[in-house]
């Protein structure tokens, strides 16, 4: 069956726009987690979904960003104001039920470049 | 903070070398510990563990989670140039996510 897809796989953009990356979880998947990636760093937790809520939101680093699930499927994740720090690879995964023991299923990753 | 600590950050071996990864991490609300291996972007599962002393194994690749001391190791035998990757250390705390800066791993033929 389908994995995770993101979208774009690139995204290069001006310091101060506003962008949106997308992620499709796995089909049936209620839970569903933003990560970003440095270089040289591990995945760095952003927000985790359950449903179409925001179960935990405190990885957003600023209030710039902002993540939505209106359906519990399809999620966004949403930046205002790009500054350069924001270039990353955006990592989404999602998991059948969100418990410790699920496995999680990552994306392939939107790299975002902020000029 | 709640860290996981990996090392080495970085290894370079001949092809059938045998390697081990070392992953420690803070007790706080320990629920699992996963390895995943990153090649470009997404990371792939390995092993989860969540007790102690039994070991996971996959092929060549093989775990072992000790809580009384707090770390797990990945083992790989033999290794082979597809083996070059990062490996990333994550451990689940409630379903809070934390990861190690992983462990670059080059395999020269």
């Known amino acids: 069956g389908a994995g995770v897809s993101q979208t774009p796989s690139n995204k290069v953009t001006e310091k101060g726009k506003y962008v949106e990356l997308r992620c499709d979880p796995i089909?049936?998947?209620?839970?569903l987690y933003w990560y970003r990636q440095s270089l040289g760093q591990g995945p760095e937790f952003l927000i985790y979904?359950?449903?179409?809520?925001?179960?935990?939101d405190s990885g957003l680093p600023n209030d710039r960003f902002f993540a939505v699930r209106p359906e519990g499927s399809v999620s966004t994740l949403k930046i205002q104001r790009t500054e350069r720090g924001d270039s990353a690879v955006y990592l989404c995964?999602?998991?059948?039920?969100?418990?410790?023991?699920?496995?999680?299923?990552f994306g392939p990753g939107t790299r975002l470049t902020v000029l | 903070e709640d860290k996981v600590v990996q090392s080495p950050l970085s290894l370079v071996v001949h092809e059938g070398d045998t390697v081990t990864l070392n992953c420690s991490y803070e007790?706080?609300?320990?629920?699992?510990l996963l390895w995943y291996k990153q090649e470009k972007k997404a990371p792939t599962f390995l092993f989860m563990l969540?007790?102690?002393?039994i070991e996971k194994k996959s092929g060549r690749l093989s775990s072992i989670l000790d809580k009384k001391e707090l770390f797990s190791i990945l083992n790989i035998t033999a290794t082979q140039t597809g083996d070059s990757a990062i490996y990333l250390c994550?451990?689940?705390?409630?379903?809070?996510?934390?990861f190690g800066k992983g462990t670059s791993l080059l395999v020269t033929p």
């Open positions: 995964a999602s998991s059948r039920s969100g418990g410790a023991s699920d496995t999680q299923y």
């Open positions: 089909s049936g998947h209620t839970a």
């Open positions: 979904f359950q449903g179409t809520g925001a179960a935990d």
């Open positions: 007790v706080t609300n320990f629920r699992s």
């Open positions: 969540t007790s102690s002393g």
């Open positions: 994550l451990k689940y705390s409630g379903y809070a996510l934390n």
